[in-house]
């Protein structure tokens, strides 16, 4: 789509399929597609590839796809861009065949690669769900993002072997904004709108939460391995919890600290406050029941400890851009 961007696909072990699936994920670097779904063949599998290009210098590649037996998807390409994967499955796994290296990214992780040609093969098991997201940071467009990345030792290359490659903990903040990304429901040019917004957002995230947050902590304030040990408690507590939570004041008589520093030092630890926490926690799971059980949204909203069906819509909205039901029926 770019200049110096040259991209091919093969379908290792279903070559007869090129046709129909990677001659068109080929075509989406030939500036051809702009918003475009490529469903892999019953025959093959289920789940889809698909790319979207809001505007210049800004590409979005979603992959959620289950294939009917073991597969490898090759990549042969020359970009002048930065690439972030994102994991959104319990695993992706890829590697380079010249050094004979793989990489695992298990679900929430993420890392970025630089620019350069290279040849990749990303592997797949039988029967297995994999949900992944890719975004490419071109220099015109971003390259203080660029710089800021090279300057914090964050990117990885292709050409290295697994060991050194730079994993990064995705917030979820950012995992919030990739849901929303994957759950758009504007049209026309609302849509192109909406995601070229998410997308900056989503760098500007990436940049400040994962990248200026990470290497900005200054060690003196690194707390106790005690502390750690009863913050990990804590989050324990709270999991196993999470549709009747216990109050400040319970959790903090469990670890004997002050109401104060478990809230600071939770915000320290996890990024985010305890408040925020639970409530992240109770719509990760009820979208889990939804997904994956065959329940109503009622029983979905009672099983996360809300009893207020508006109440719930309202947050569950919040988190991913739909109301229960319309994520429901998207999905």
């Not at 809001?54 to 490898?72: A, G, W």
């Not at 995230?205 to 990248?211: A, G, K, L, R």
């Amino acid at each position: 789509m770019y200049e110096n961007t040259k991209t091919k696909y093969e379908l290792f072990h279903d070559q007869h399929v090129y046709q129909d699936t990677c001659f068109p994920m080929t075509q989406q670097f030939c500036g051809i597609m702009k918003d475009h779904v490529i469903s892999l063949p019953p025959n093959i599998g289920v789940g889809y590839f698909r790319y979207i290009s809001p505007s210049k210098h800004m590409e979005l590649y979603i992959s959620d796809v289950t294939f009917n037996k073991k597969s490898v998807l090759s990549e042969r390409t020359c970009r002048n861009s930065y690439s972030i994967s994102f994991c959104f499955s319990d695993a992706l796994e890829w590697g380079n065949p010249e050094i004979k290296s793989r990489v695992l990214l298990k679900r929430g992780e993420c890392c970025v690669y630089g620019k350069g040609s290279y040849q990749a093969e990303n592997y797949y098991e039988a029967g297995e769900r994999y949900i992944g997201i890719g975004l490419e940071l071109h220099p015109c467009r971003f390259q203080p993002v660029m710089d800021c990345l090279m300057e914090k030792k964050v990117v990885s290359y292709f050409d290295r072997s697994a060991s050194n490659i730079q994993k990064l903990k995705a917030t979820r903040t950012i995992e919030s904004i990739l849901s929303q990304i994957i759950c758009c429901n504007y049209t026309d040019s609302l849509k192109s709108l909406y995601l070229e917004g998410k997308i900056l957002e989503l760098v500007s995230n990436f940049s400040n939460e994962i990248i200026l947050e990470k290497y900005s902590v200054n060690k003196q304030n690194e707390m106790s391995i005690s502390d750690d040990a009863n913050l990990i408690f804590i989050q324990k507590i709270i999991n196993e919890n999470y549709a009747k939570p216990l109050t400040i004041s319970e959790l903090a008589k469990k670890v004997y600290m002050s109401e104060s520093k478990l809230r600071a030092a939770f915000r320290q630890r996890f990024g985010i406050t305890i408040y925020q926490y639970v409530l992240d926690k109770r719509m990760e799971k009820a979208r889990e029941m939804l997904e994956q059980q065959n329940c109503r949204v009622r029983d979905a909203a009672s099983s996360v400890g809300y009893s207020n069906m508006s109440h719930f819509s309202e947050k569950f909205r919040k988190r991913f851009g739909y109301n229960p039901s319309e994520y429901l029926k998207n999905f």
